[in-house]
């Protein structure tokens, strides 16, 4: 029921981009993006809503194909402050119950 | 800024123990979540609420209960405690009604058991 996450890690070098993936096996009233460094509570980055809408983040962009329930996170022209584990969390139903069902994480670690 | 407390950060207890985690929430939220964070395994949902005096089962609710007097506390209790519920316990909160909301957590409660 989870939703799978690609890659599990990345290691990258400031300055270069990465795509993290999230694949759910339920039809998605919208996909959420959220952010979490060591010790530090899951921050919210991004949400997107079935029917196309997205909100969310200046830096970091992300897109949601709801015919095959999937998002990917676009992070491009990474900076040391993106690292962290980067988490996606599903809703399904009739929507804005707040019940995420979130996947696995992807830790990402940006280098100098 | 909405603001979610969780009264411990760290606890360590002995197997069979009682243990209460408390969360609360100072926005007035509608809906309140208890999540388990395990490496390789994500966030995982134990119990929810939607409202004071009731809650929902989650994804893993076996071992755990909760309650929810009060609007703002939710407080999830371990009845006896076992060495597999040793985790990290994030708990969150969520405005509901209409429009996008999303999840505010705490910072977490770590929980040694023995």
Known sequence: QQPVQSPQAVILREGEDAVINCSSSKALYSVHWYRQKHGEAPVFLMILLKGGEQKGHEKISASFNEKKQQSSLYLTASQLSYSGTYFCGTEVGSGNTGKLIFGQGTTLQVKP | ?114
Request: contains cysteine; neutral net charge; proline residues 2%.
């Open chain 2, 1 to 114: 800024d909405v603001k979610v407390t969780q009264s411990s950060r760290y606890l360590v207890k002995r197997t069979g123990e009682k243990v209460f985690l408390e969360c609360v929430q100072d926005m007035d939220h509608e809906n309140m979540f208890w999540y388990r964070q395990d490496p390789g395994l994500g966030l995982r949902l134990i119990y929810f609420s939607y409202d004071v005096k009731m809650k929902e089962k989650g994804d893993i609710p076996e071992g755990y209960s909760v309650s929810r007097e009060k609007k703002e506390r939710f407080s999830l209790i371990l009845e006896s405690a076992s060495t597999n519920q040793t985790s990290m316990y994030l708990c969150a909160s969520h405005t509901g009604g209409s429009g996008a909301n999303v999840l505010t957590f705490g910072a977490g409660s770590r929980l040694t058991v023995l």
